[in-house]
């Protein structure tokens, strides 16, 4: 009968609508752990699309200048607050031009003593890719002056416009994402070394052991984490080196972070001591240290991978809030938080509403690796069935 297991000499023989997913269940069982989680990972396009966000930005912070045609820490006051360039096809007689190009920019006295920048119909500079301008090293290393974009010579184009300094935007935006995704990297890193390790020590050993330090993680987090961020960044002094003060203030970002992950671990690895691999490990003599490092630990890769894409969006929140309130990073190390510094007056940001724009930098980092890190704890269960 279709649908039913047919027997021939007492042995069940799958019908050939049961077939297929019995091979596919056999086929899975033949592959890896890392292959399985790399199938069901790329199966879920928003998590593909958090990856490519948080790729999308490491490439923009890593090949800042690059993407920089004008030096994004150079003066010139001149051109202080000047909005985002426009891109026309069309000009102001109505000519289709295959190429972009932008007007050039004029500033016009109002009535009320007020000044604005309009745009100049009578200039106009086309745009165009891997322009010669100013001096720079890629990756510190190889010099160079060639950039992905730029106008014709005489012209200016600002795709986010400028700060009161007149920096530009998008560039500052892009060189800032060294430091708010190096730190939150480093300050995660730290954060997962150490939660993983003693989670891993607190749920193996058990006993006393165990006791002892999850009282010391209660500890830890009875701590708000805020108040103490803010009260530990406050105290760094102004002399230190830019070094300096990106070690210490990841290492402050990492102190409360650990705790959680630790609980994690350990409850994973209360599980996993009793499995019969770690009996067998025990009885063959392997020493505490190869049972932790080499047998339980890396079952537990895949959470505290997932822990890790989780943490970082955390990081760069704290970092922003606590630059934005002028008791983090600070000139002239520039980061999301500290560009955001300049959107707190009202006055401010109602004439250049442009300058809010390192939000949108700090919201992408946040949904691109919430999404990654989703994407990550459903693949890190290949078996499941959702």
């Known amino acids: 009968m279709v649908g039913q297991a047919e027997s021939i000499e ?70 202080g607050y000047l909005p985002p360039s426009s891109l026309h096809f069309i000009d102001a007689e109505g000519n289709l031009h295959l190429r972009p190009f932008v007007y050039g920019r004029k500033q016009v ?28 090293k890629l990756l510190g290393l190889f010099p160079t002056n060639r950039h992905l974009y730029g106008v014709d010579e005489g012209g200016k184009i600002y795709l986010l416009g400028t700060d009161r300094f007149g920096r530009d935007i998008f560039g500052r935006a892009s060189l800032a994402g060294r430091i708010s995704l190096s730190m939150s990297l480093f300050g995660t890193v730290i954060s997962i070394i150490v939660g993983s390790v003693v989670g891993v020590i607190s749920g193996y050993y058990g006993g006393a052991v165990d006791n002892w330090i999850q009282r010391f993680v209660e500890f830890v987090q009875s701590f708000p984490q805020l108040p103490l961020w803010m009260s530990l960044a406050a105290v760094i002094p102004i002399t230190w080196n830019q070094f300096t003060v990106f070690v ?30 770690v009996l067998a ?70 004439f250049n ?28 269960d290949p078996y499941s069935i959702v």
Do not use: C
């Not at 879920?44 to 045609?69: D, E, K, M, T, W």
């Not at 309130?325 to 707190?344: D, F, K």
């Not at 930098?361 to 890190?373: D, R, S, W």
């Open 10 to 79: 007492g042995v069940a023989r799958p019908t050939p609508e049961a077939a297929p997913g019995q091979l596919r269940l056999r086929r899975e069982s033949s592959e890896t752990y890392f292959n399985l989680v790399w199938r069901k990972f790329r199966r879920s396009r928003i998590a593909i699309a958090g990856g490519l966000i948080v790729v999308g930005l490491f490439i923009l912070a890593i090949f800042a200048p690059f993407f920089s045609p004008y030096n994004p820490v150079a003066l010139n006051m001149q051109e």
């Open 109 to 136: 006295l109002k009535a009320d003593m007020t000044s604005s920048w309009e745009e100049d119909m009578t200039q106009r500079y086309f745009v165009r890719l891997f322009v010669e301008a100013w001096d720079y």
């Open 248 to 277: 210490i203030m990841s290492g402050i970002f990492a102190l409360l972070s650990w705790t959680l992950l630790a609980r994690e671990v350990r409850g994973k690895v209360l599980a996993l001591r009793e499995t019969d691999f």
């Open 281 to 350: 490990a025990k009885e063959m003599g392997a020493s505490d240290r190869r049972i932790i490092f080499l047998h339980l630990l890396p079952n537990t890769l895949s959470h505290i991978i997932v822990v890790l894409t989780l943490t970082i969006p955390t990081i760069i929140l704290a970092e922003s809030f606590l630059s934005f309130l002028g008791i983090g990073i600070q000139e002239p190390l520039v980061s999301w938080g500290t560009m955001m510094r300049e959107a707190q007056t009202l006055q401010t940001l109602g």
């Open 353 to 380: 509403q442009w300058i809010a724009a390192p939000v949108f930098f700090i919201i992408l980092a946040v949904l691109g690796f919430n999404f990654l890190g989703d994407g990550l704890r459903d693949a890190a």
